[in-house]
């Protein structure tokens, strides 16, 4: 899959390192928020391996309220401007605003990710404009809700049902705007209107997505399926973190975004060796 000018095989999968330039992110929230540090951050994690940096200037986090547009293009455009120019890795950027991703796209950024499946006022076209303008894909992720009430009691018939329902006709709305399904990948989204359950039932059952014949990229690092179950702090995840996205890589799942890459890239090159061996 070509990400700008870049081609990604996902013969076996990546990492997405995150890198939240925000002060309220509920793991890293402030710790990259000045220019330099997130830079170094951002070298740190493609010198362990990582293929994608996700770069996200409004947190998403349960109860996280909106941002203004210029407070989140500040945050996110130079970081994107100087990860692109100097180091050798897709930019991600994680936002659901049309004019953020146009900018972001235009400072260098090779995908958009969206946690709301481009569905706010001129997302979807602006997506439809990176992928022509500069081979950029989007990354549509289902939530049900919005981030400041999506937890208060999530409910689904069958969770995994009801999201690949809400991709197919996603991707099929998608598709008749004008964006091609080669330039479209998915997130179950973890966390984001699920119960603990919902979450542990889309991750037994995450092979499902395969038949949409998309990349299919998850993100479950630190996040509460993990800290509830295990009854552990965010800083307290690692164990966690691990275990799901060993289940995801040996899965088949396209990309797995983490905050511990180092730590990621272990797991994977383990799995990779397993499915390696006749």
């Known amino acids: 899959m070509n990400f700008r000018n870049r081609q990604v095989i ?24 000045e220019l330099e540090l997130a830079i170094r951050q951002a070298e740190s994690m493609v010198k362990a391996g990582a ?18 547009l210029n407070e989140e293009l500040d945050r996110v455009i130079p970081v994107i401007e100087k990860i692109s120019n100097e180091l050798d890795v897709v930019v991600s950027v994680d936002t659901s605003k049309a004019q953020v991703m146009t900018e972001a796209v235009q400072s260098g950024a090779g995908m958009i990710n969206d946690v709301r499946a481009l569905r706010n006022e001129g997302a979807l076209r602006a ?14 992720m289902h939530m049900q809700g919005e981030p400041l009430s999506m937890q208060d009691k999530p409910q689904y018939h069958g969770v995994v049902e009801e999201v690949m329902d809400f991709f197919e006709q996603r991707i099929e709305e ?28 889309l991750l037994k059952h995450i092979q ?11 993100g479950m690092s630190r996040k509460s399926m993990i800290g509830n179950l295990l009854n552990r702090e965010v800083n307290q995840r690692l164990a966690g973190n691990i275990a799901t996205a060993t289940i995801a890589a040996t899965a088949g799942v396209e990309i797995i975004r983490v905050h511990d890459v180092v730590e ?10 397993l499915q390696s061996i006749e």
Do not use: W
């Not at 997506?127 to 549509?140: E, G, M, Q, T, Y």
């Not at 890239?265 to 990779?272: F, G, H, R, Y």
């Open 264 to 273: 990621t890239m272990d797991a994977i090159k383990i799995v990779n060796k």
């Open 51 to 68: 293929t994608f940096i996700d770069v996200g200037g409004e947190s998403t986090r349960p109860g996280a309220k909106a941002v203004a």
């Open 208 to 218: 499902q997505f395969n038949r949409f014949k998309i990349p299919v990229l998850v």
């Open 174 to 201: 998608c598709e008749k705007a004008g964006l091609e399904r080669r330039y479209i990948l998915i997130d179950p989204g973890f966390g984001f209107g699920k119960t603990l359950d919902h979450n542990y039932q």
């Open 127 to 140: 997506a439809i404009n990176a992928a022509k303008d500069f081979n950029v894909p989007s990354c549509l």
């Open 10 to 33: 996902f013969d076996t999968p990546k990492v997405m390192g995150i890198l939240n330039v925000t002060p309220d992110s509920f793991s890293d929230g402030g710790k990259f928020s």
